[in-house]
């Protein structure tokens, strides 16, 4: 049975507003860029409804319409980032804010290699279609995201050590 596009935005809008949440680092964006996604999606459905993952394809949607909005802006990094807004289910505020800064820290295909795998649970081969790259590429992505986060977590431990003095 195949699915209308409000059935489709229903079932999907959760997991791409999570995908979108952790590559624009604000629940702001994240909303307009989930509604640019299901817009662009929703003005091909006619002829992509027949597509085998239209997941998969909104997702890379999502994906490119960041990495443009970016390339647009020419967002400077800032040393110290906002603090994001509250939620409900936040974890403890300074990892968050930690986390949020080190996953904007990350260059565009690494952050999307990464929240795929561990927020989205994808295959390798589903990042890699996304990122329109081969699986060996996205493995790489992958990696190189996680030694970045490694590294700046070890850094963020050790910036606490000192600040605690010890």
Known sequence: MELGFDEFAAVESTRLFGLARVLCGNE?????LTQDTLARVSARWDRLAHHD????YART??????????????ELL???PPD?????????????????????????RQRVAV?????EDQPITEVAEILGC????????????RDAL??????????ETLDRGM
Request: no cysteine; hydrophobic share 40%.
């Open 84 to 108: 994001p807004p509250a939620t409900e289910d936040q974890g403890p505020p300074a990892l968050d804010a930690w986390l949020d800064a080190a996953m904007r820290a990350l260059p565009h």
């Open 78 to 80: 800032v040393a110290e």
């Open 150 to 159: 490694r590294r700046a977590a070890e850094a963020a431990r050790a910036s």
């Open 61 to 74: 949607t999502l994906a490119n319409l960041h990495k443009n909005s970016r390339r647009r802006r020419r």
């Open 53 to 56: 993952n239209m997941g998969a």
């Open 134 to 145: 081969g699986v060996a590429t996205a493995k790489t992505h992958l990696a190189r995201g």
């Open 115 to 119: 929240a795929l795998t561990y927020l």
């Open 28 to 32: 702001h964006d994240a909303w307009d």
